[in-house]
């Protein structure tokens, strides 16, 4: 059973800075981990992926250039640092992990398994 915990959520001022992490547990082939957010009335979507081996990233164009995903293999757990945070960024983070190759990793279809969730609020 494969498992994956978000933690690094919180409140933080507009400009400020957050990290979350995600650890995935249990026995997997990890071809791909990504982030998506879900505010409020909203669908979720797509926020930023890494491949798992090559470690080649890919992001929402509303995150590029504030938002960097990372990964440690080892510790099998991915990062999302983010930066310059604005109230628009409000949602619940979710992880995803992928186990199989995809044309598109922003696709939600394409991940196994998701984490529960934390909750990031950016006061203006």
């Known amino acids: 059973q494969v498992q994956l915990v978000e933690s690094g959520g919180g409140l933080v001022q507009a400009g400020g800075s957050l990290r979350l992490s995600c650890a995935a547990s249990?026995?997997?082939?990890?071809?791909?981990m990504g982030w998506f957010r879900q505010a409020p009335g909203k669908e979720r979507e797509f926020v930023a992926a890494?491949?798992?081996?090559?470690?080649?990233?890919y992001y929402a164009d509303s995150v590029k250039g504030r938002f960097t995903i990372s990964r440690d293999n080892a510790k099998n757990t991915a990062y999302l640092q983010m930066n310059s945070l604005q109230p628009e960024d409000t949602a619940v983070y979710y992880c995803?992990?992928?186990?199989?190759?995809?044309?598109?990793?922003?696709?939600?279809?394409?991940?196994?398994?998701w984490g529960q969730g934390t909750q990031v609020t950016v006061s203006s």
């Open positions: 995803a992990l992928s186990r199989k190759f995809s044309y598109s990793l922003a696709r939600r279809a394409n991940y196994d398994y």
């Open positions: 249990g026995r997997t082939i990890t071809y791909a």
């Open positions: 890494i491949n798992w081996s090559s470690g080649s990233t």
